[in-house]
């Protein structure tokens, strides 16, 4: 427990060994590492998307991350969410993952919440610096969505099936879910398959983006676009055209 006590990195030697690629690195720096071993993120949904990209925010060196998934773990799960194994079958999704990110960084802060993110309880996500969609319903994504531009909150959103995915940063400023996504309409995994490179993928992505973020470089609202089956990439600029953008 000594190496947790705090993670300052003029006094850390173990902290300034462990992100010593980074310190070195021009784009995050010591200061830069300091500000992200600050940061409060939550991801909401601990599934392919969710397992992924907590385990490079971990990695990283995140303050703080909050995991939230009401699900068991899935024999079926196993080809693409990254941080379970056959034995942890039956098992809630985000307490095996804090237990396994426990172990791969003792200087993060990992908190799981058996919950569904519903409107009352959703306050949780106040104290977030930022917040991650790795969900797989859009039901709850209008919820974050709602919740995000109603309290002037970043957040990520992210999906993907079959060999393509998508990722956007929704600025409290800029356009949101309800401009580009009217209803329900997408595919899942679970009916259509998924291959087990894309989650992997589109994970890498948003956590780049959530790590500008965090640490106040501009990112531009842009919806963009992935398919690794065809290597094709696209950026797609997002017009404010909900109601609730239009007023704001
Ligand atoms: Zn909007």
């Known amino acids: 427990m000594e190496k947790r006590k705090g993670c300052n990195l003029k006094t ?3 902290a300034q060994e462990k992100y010593s690629r980074q310190t070195i690195l021009k784009e995050i720096g010591y200061k830069g590492q300091e500000k992200l071993s600050q940061s409060k993120v939550i991801i909401i949904g601990v599934g392919a998307l969710g397992t992924n990209t ?13 995991l939230i998934d009401v699900d068991q773990i899935e024999e079926s799960n196993l080809q693409r969410q990254t941080l379970f194994v056959e034995k942890d079958v039956g098992k809630n999704k985000a307490e095996i993952a804090k237990e396994k990110l426990e172990k791969t960084n003792s200087l993060v802060k ?3 919440k058996v919950i569904e993110l519903n409107e ?22 209008f919820l974050i969505n709602d919740y995000c531009k109603k309290n002037k909150k970043p957040w990520i959103y992210s999906s993907c099936v079959k060999t393509y995915g998508y990722v956007m940063p929704i600025l409290p400023e800029g356009p949101c879910l309800r401009c580009f996504l009217k209803q329900a309409d997408l595919d899942s995994a679970c009916t259509s ?7 992997a993928s589109i994970a890498a992505l948003q956590v780049t983006l959530a790590t500008k973020l ?3 470089e501009t990112v531009d609202p842009i919806l963009y676009y992935y398919n690794i089956w065809n290597t094709e990439f696209k950026r797609l600029k997002i017009k404010k055209t909900c109601s609730f953008c239009i007023k704001n």
């Open 110 to 112: 990992i908190e799981a």
């Open 120 to 141: 009352n309880n959703r306050e949780i996500l106040k104290n977030a610096d930022l917040i991650l969609d790795c969900t797989d319903n859009l039901e709850t994504r």
């Open 193 to 199: 398959g998924i291959i087990n490179t894309i989650p």
């Open 214 to 216: 965090l640490l106040k």
């Open 54 to 66: 907590a385990e490079l925010l971990t990695r990283a060196g995140i303050g703080s991350l909050t």
């Open 12 to 14: 850390n030697t173990f």
